[in-house]
């Protein structure tokens, strides 16, 4: 592998209810997060592909961490989203570099499907900065009830020279949607967005 | 008896190689199980509270099973262990005492004849508040390689009239722990503390 990990996490939240109503089956996310060095802190390299390189192994693995984490089999993910931190000494571009070119293959491979584009956001910043995963109906971007955040960090990565990649995924959209919108239901899953 | 209302569960497994040293042979996991509850004294002086530490024991070995099976299923390799709470702005201190009966006695439970007291922290905080909850040896409070924290939270909780409720364990020691003391092969295992 030529992503090397100091620290993976995995987080697993369960909504039970809100507002005392009762949310039955639980709403449940998860999310996979991997701390790795990254290669080209502290100096302006050109060509960044063996982040993007990295970016597809972690695919791969975040994917099917996150998706282990919840118990289910892959195909009946709803939703999904990603995202990288940049450590002090990297650049945003190389969050880029691992997110955007190679990322979503593995990850669309361990879940079956993904027609839709996979949801992204990235900083840079210090130990325990937070990252807001946006998260996005897996088949049709559209799917109202779908969008969501999670909110992941840990306290202590990414250092200056490291670089903090999170996947999420879930078994269902927001705990008690009522705003309307295209449902789950309706979606034709062919153009990823309806 | 007022029942144990569970708005959202959080389960968190940090799985660490390295820390710039030796890449260890077994990484280092550590694991948190958070619930988030429903304060039944919120707002109010209530004297007598105590029983509420019957009602959460069910939910304190619920979190200690689901902790041993997020690190692989097998009690015996879990070899720290912490709790912690933190009460909302329409609660006391005190009500986060409540849990250091439930939590602490179902992890010893659950992992058999730990003999070590359960390292604890607790604060009244709003929702986002972190919390690092102590570790220490399950059967040697001054196994110095075992001392440790894990920084929990929730950007969402604990609500004003909630408490989040957390346990932690771990599998090892510090990931690159070298700073001498009692070890755990030392143990004499009688008194909880060497």
């Known amino acids: 592998m030529k992503a ?72 009946t993910v709803e939703s999904y989203g990603k995202a990288a ?56 971007a559209f799917v109202r009830s779908h969008f969501d955040g999670m909110e ?18 879930t078994d269902s959209g927001r705990p008690l949607p009522r705003v309307g919108g295209l449902t789950k239901d309706q979606i034709k899953g062919e153009d990823g967005l309806r | 008896m007022p029942d144990v209302q569970i708005r959202k569960r959080l389960t968190v497994v940090e799985e660490i190689f390295h820390e710039g040293g030796p890449v260890a042979t077994t990484p280092l996991k550590r694991a948190a199980a958070l619930a988030i509850i429903h304060n039944p004294y919120a707002g109010k002086y209530v004297s007598d509270i105590a029983s509420f530490m019957d009602d959460l024991k069910p939910l304190g070995l619920g979190m200690a099973q689901a902790l041993v099976a997020a690190l692989g299923g097998n009690p015996k390799n879990i070899e720290g262990y912490g709790k912690g709470a933190i009460v909302g702005s329409a609660g006391e201190l ?45 059967n040697a409070s001054y196994v110095r390689s075992h001392f440790d924290a894990m920084e929990v939270g929730l950007n969402d909780a604990p609500r004003a009239d909630e408490i989040l409720l957390a346990l932690v364990m771990t599998t090892g020691p510090r990931v690159h722990a070298r700073v001498g003391g009692l070890k755990a092969s030392e143990i004499k295992g009688e008194d909880g503390l060497r």
Do not use: C
């Open chain 2, 94 to 138: 005190e009500h986060g005492a409540l849990w250091h009966v439930p939590g602490g006695y179902a992890m010893r439970e659950i992992l058999g004849d730990a003999k070590a007291i359960v390292a604890s922290t607790k604060k009244v905080g709003g929702p986002g508040t972190r919390l690092d909850v102590p570790i220490t040896h399950i």
């Open chain 1, 85 to 140: 931190a940049v450590g002090e000494n990297g650049e945003l571009e190389h969050a880029a570099a691992i997110l955007h070119p190679k990322l979503g293959t593995p990850v669309r491979r361990v879940l079956g499907k993904g027609a839709a584009l996979i949801p992204s956001s990235k900083k840079r910043g210090g130990l325990g900065v937070v990252l807001d995963i946006p998260l996005g109906h897996k088949d049709a």
């Open chain 1, 152 to 169: 992941v960090r840990l306290n202590d990565a990414p250092r200056a020279n490291e670089i903090m990649v999170a996947v999420a995924v």
């Open chain 1, 4 to 75: 090397a990990i100091r620290k993976i996490a995995v987080f697993v939240e369960e909504t039970h209810s809100e507002m005392d109503r009762k949310v039955d089956p639980p709403a449940r996310r998860a999310a996979a997060v991997a701390v790795i060095q990254n290669p080209f802190a502290g100096k302006y390299v050109d060509d960044l592909s063996d982040l993007m390189t990295i970016g597809e192994e972690l695919g791969e693995l975040l994917a099917t961490r996150a998706v282990s984490a919840l118990g289910i089999p892959g195909n």
